[in-house]
């Protein structure tokens, strides 16, 4: 600044000043442009290869399958990995994935799955069974590579079932007891007690095969691991926190290759940011924010899980339930009838309509439709009628002028768009007479709550691991749960009883039928108070010819088809 | 000087320990249990939330490394000052720590993402200093003139409008709008800090974030720069400079400019600060990558080793800051001599 010269002359430097300015927006305009020739084509993202998908996903957890848990990871995850078994829903059967079949003894404790042959990883190895223990035995054992390297799976319940899991899981042993290959493509799973539905835990993302550098190499297999599936992750990228994940055809696939070269993942905090990125033809599967739901549904087209020309909105009921969960060992909520009157004086219908303009719909039951053994109306109490909620209602206390005296306490996290279902629910439990309460700490504080048993009611949602009623029944009504998912605290020995019995029984019908008994059981003691289950809400671009997204919103990308 | 400066860095230390101990203290007194939160809606196994607490250090443990139980077989919750040593110890071994929550080292988090928080506050900063002096300088000297009302009114609007909010106008106009009308031959991005698949430049997604980032801080930088030139401008020793005939712009450039610069670099340095520590709402609409929003999902999280990272990150990175601001002045005001004898008196 010293060396300022006073008599310079003036209007040379302002021609500069404006020269250099106005050259400079020419110049920003011309670069602002797309990358490379710089034609930006509208809605055709410009990305390597013509048929690349641009796929919305959240921030995942973990896209190895070690620790694979939200829909979020398991999105990408499902695209890498194969696993033995994959549910069918549109035909409602199981299907051999990397497995071609699998045989059950008659009680039900052993399983024996024969593999697919010639099947490779993406790094070349072939897939043999000795793969899926070493991925099933890092998913328990809190002494593997992957554990050390990142700490033990928060998932290692899935596999408890099997014999030798306690032993491998507290670090007694490092070898998984239960099982065993007698050739490369055969592996046989003991378990320490019935369950007949195992071949369906054997669906979960969780439970893929991983080569062998997953353990010699974890702390890079983390970030971009190593399948066996349809995709693999494109050479030379990992997972990019917080901005995307890549992942490429892979074309030594024993199945059926994908029809696309690769998909985009690109992982958005903000699901508004995300829209307006999907608005502006950057990404081509995005989910829909409420506010843009009835907007979405005129201009896309509604379908349920499988998008197509014309019908590029998606509306696919999903297994999951949300609930409100009961302290059964509460003061007032150990009367049965208390539970009841609140839950029939509950229009779950308004909630559903007003604050999710139908996307969700009113729950008849703890078990969702599409789950086989869903049965309509299931619940009896689940149902809104007012005059009924009064029967009850009075058998605990009788209405004085507008009021029974009966004072609750709800305690749930507000965030999440939880704050406005609440208030409906304590709007409806005002009109029989109870005056309920909200107390709204934070997260982490009401999960301590529901922990420890020193709440009165609160809420929760449950998205079942595999597509069976087993998963709704057992963890959140039998008496072994409690302490974990039961956190109402229910326990009925008849209900406990009947879950065992159907676990050992490898005939469907026979075993469904079980559980039905059984729910209708946990039904008529009403402990918990079914509200709504979960619709995804997922809109496509033009450019999408076909995407099947299934119920637990996987969607299959392999067939997926682009214009 | 090099004194003024080596006392200024030891100071670090106890306001470092002070902060750090602040916020061991904090994690004890505010409810929710950590790794109950890592489950969630669903439970965690008994066995694998043991083998969580003895991982980071929440509970005792004997010798073979196993969690020490009480009478009722419950394990023996760590003490807090166990824990900070604990904490220095890997800090001073450049080891911040493991996520609860997100599982990475924290240090590898940092380095990835603190990145691009620099450069967003960087490029913001610049934008901020040329525009808001700038600005400011043009008002004041073009006193009640177009310009000056102009920057009064603009900055009053600035100053008023959420930041998140101007965010996505501009996403909205530079995103959707602009390439819907010129068929997608001119656009800029929404979101991301670019990379091999985005289809722009990675400069050019610094642009909507670094002058959303910036533009309430332009308008306050703004103000001051306007305020303090005109405070500066009726000083007698400006009155001697006119007396003495110089010209208007060797006044404003030689004599007021530098004394009224003292408070706009103490506000462009506290925000450049600020700004360093992560942005949540900007990062948040725009996708951005940066630690800011990383730390706020860690607190409500109750990630404290990501929390305890950030923290002392941070606090590193002010105190740098403060000290160069301080340090400015210097040159700023030859008057201003730091550590000089007045200081000490």
């Known amino acids: 600044m010293a060396e300022f010269k006073v008599n310079e002359p003036v209007m040379g430097r302002r021609a500069f000043v404006g020269g250099s300015l106005a050259a400079g927006s020419l110049a920003f305009l011309a670069a602002c442009g797309q990358k490379g020739d710089g034609a930006g084509s509208g809605d055709a993202p410009a990305t390597d290869g013509g048929k690349t998908l641009n796929y919305y996903i959240n921030n995942p957890v973990c896209i190895d399958p070690y620790n694979v848990q939200e829909d979020q990871g398991t999105q990408v995850e499902f695209q890498l990995f194969d696993t033995l078994m994959q549910f069918d829903f549109e035909n409602n059967e199981l299907k051999g994935l990397a497995a071609e079949s699998f045989d059950a003894t008659e009680d039900a404790t052993e399983f024996t799955f024969h593999l697919v042959e010639g099947a490779k990883f993406h790094n070349g190895d072939p897939v043999t069974a000795q793969d899926f223990v070493r991925g099933w035995t890092r998913l328990v054992s809190p002494k593997s590579a992957i554990a050390t390297e990142y700490g033990p799976s928060e998932i290692s319940y899935h596999l408890s079932v ?42 979960h993302p969780a439970l893929s095969p991983v080569p062998a550098c997953a353990e010699e190499d974890a ?21 990019e926190d917080g901005q995307y994940i890549d992942i490429v055809k ?24 995300a829209y307006k990125e999907f608005q502006a033809g950057n990404l081509d599967v995005c989910d829909v924010p409420v506010a843009q739901i009835e907007a979405a549904r005129k201009e896309r087209g509604e379908a349920e899980y499988t998008m197509e020309d014309g019908k590029h909105m998606l509306l696919g009921a999903e297994p999951s339930a949300y609930y409100l969960v009961v302290n059964n060992n509460d003061e007032q909520f150990k009367n049965p009838d208390l539970r009841k009157g609140v839950s029939l004086a509950i229009n779950r219908e308004a909630i559903c309509e007003t604050l999710f303009k139908g996307t969700r719909t009113p729950a008849d039951g703890i078990i969702p439709p599409g789950i086989d053994g869903y049965t309509e109306g299931a619940w009896e109490f689940s149902a809104y009628d007012v005059d009924k909620a009064n029967e009850y209602l009075d058998k605990v206390a009788p209405m004085s002028g507008d009021s029974r005296g009966i004072n609750v ?16 629910v304590i709007g409806d439990l005002a009109k029989v007479g109870i005056t309920a309460e909200s107390e709204t700490p934070e997260w982490s504080a009401v999960l301590e709550q529901y922990t420890a048993g020193t709440f009165q009611f609160g809420r929760l949602g449950w998205i079942a691991d595999y597509p069976i009623m087993d998963n709704f029944l057992y963890p959140l009504f039998h008496s072994d749960s409690i302490g974990g998912d039961n956190k109402s605290g229910y326990s009925n020995a008849e209900v406990d009883k009947l879950i065992d019995e159907a676990r050992a029984t490898t005939d469907d019908d026979a075993r469904i039928a079980k559980m039905k008994e059984a729910d209708a059981i946990i039904a008529s003691d009403c402990p918990v108070i079914p509200l709504m289950f979960y619709t995804h809400t997922l809109v496509g671009s033009d450019r999408i010819k076909n995407l099947y997204v299934d119920p637990q919103k996987k969607a299959d990308l392999a067939t997926c088809e682009l214009a | 000087m090099g004194k003024y400066i080596i006392k200024r860095v ?17 994690q004890n007194i505010v409810p929710g249990d950590p790794i109950k939160l890592i489950g969630g809606d669903k439970a965690l196994p008994p066995a694998t939330e043991l083998q969580l607490r003895v991982r980071y250090h929440l509970v005792q443990v004997d010798e073979s490394g196993n969690a020490v139980l009480d009478e009722n077989g419950d394990p023996v919750p760590e003490t807090m000052w166990n824990r900070y040593v604990y904490y220095m110890t890997g800090l001073l071994h450049g080891d911040l ?14 380095l990835q993402k603190y990145p691009y928080t620099v450069k967003l506050a960087a490029c913001a900063i610049v934008l901020e200093a040329i525009m808001g002096i700038g600005a400011g300088i043009i008002s004041a000297v073009k006193r009640y003139s177009f310009w000056d009302i102009l920057v009064t009114l603009t900055t009053s609007v600035l100053v008023a409008v959420p930041a998140f909010w101007l ?51 332009t308008a306050y930088a703004a103000r001051i720069m306007r305020s303090q030139l005109l405070d500066v401008m009726n000083q007698d020793y400006i009155r001697t400079a006119k007396a003495k005939g110089l010209s208007n712009r060797a006044i404003i450039w030689k004599h007021a400019l530098k004394n009224a610069l003292i408070p706009v670099v103490t506000y462009i340095g506290v925000d450049f600060g600020a700004m360093l520590s992560g942005a949540i709402l900007t990062e948040t609409v725009f996708n951005w990558p940066g630690i800011g929003s990383e730390i706020y999902r860690a607190i409500s999280m109750r990630d404290w080793p990501l929390v305890m990272g950030g923290v002392t990150l941070i606090v ?30």
């Open chain 2, 167 to 217: 965010g996505m106008l501009l996403q909205l106009f530079f995103g959707v709008l602009i390439k819907d009308w010129t068929g997608g031959a001119f656009s800029l991005p929404i979101s991301g800090a670019g990379g091999p698949s985005s289809q722009y430049q990675d400069w050019v997604h610094y642009i909507l974030p670094a002058i959303t980032l910036a533009s309430v801080s």
């Open chain 2, 97 to 110: 720590g493991q996520s609860y929550q997100r599982k990475l080292p924290v240090t590898d988090i940092f």
């Open chain 1, 219 to 239: 702390k890079n297999f983390y970030l971009a691991p190593v399948g066996n599936g349809p995709f693999m992750m494109k050479p030379d990228t990992k997972w």
């Open chain 2, 316 to 345: 590193v990175v002010v105190m740098v800051i403060n000290l160069l601001v301080d340090v400015s002045y210097a040159f700023l005001d030859p008057r201003i001599r730091l550590g000089g004898p007045s200081d000490k008196a």
């Open chain 1, 250 to 273: 892979f074309d030594d696939y024993y199945g059926e290759p994908a029809k696309i070269d690769g998909v985009h993942f690109i992982i958005q905090k903000d699901i508004e940011t």
């Open chain 2, 10 to 26: 030891l100071q670090f230390i106890p306001v470092f320990l002070g902060v750090t101990l602040i916020l061991f203290a904090l």
């Open chain 1, 162 to 203: 099997v014999e030798g899991y306690d032993a491998l899981a507290n670090g007694e042993t490092d070898e998984f007891s239960g099982l065993s290959c007698p050739d490369d493509n055969t592996l046989v799973v003991k378990l320490s007690s019935a369950y007949a539905d195992f071949a369906y835990i054997a669906s």
């Open chain 1, 409 to 424: 306490v709800l305690t749930y996290n507000q965030d999440g768009g939880h704050k406005e279902i609440m208030e409906s």
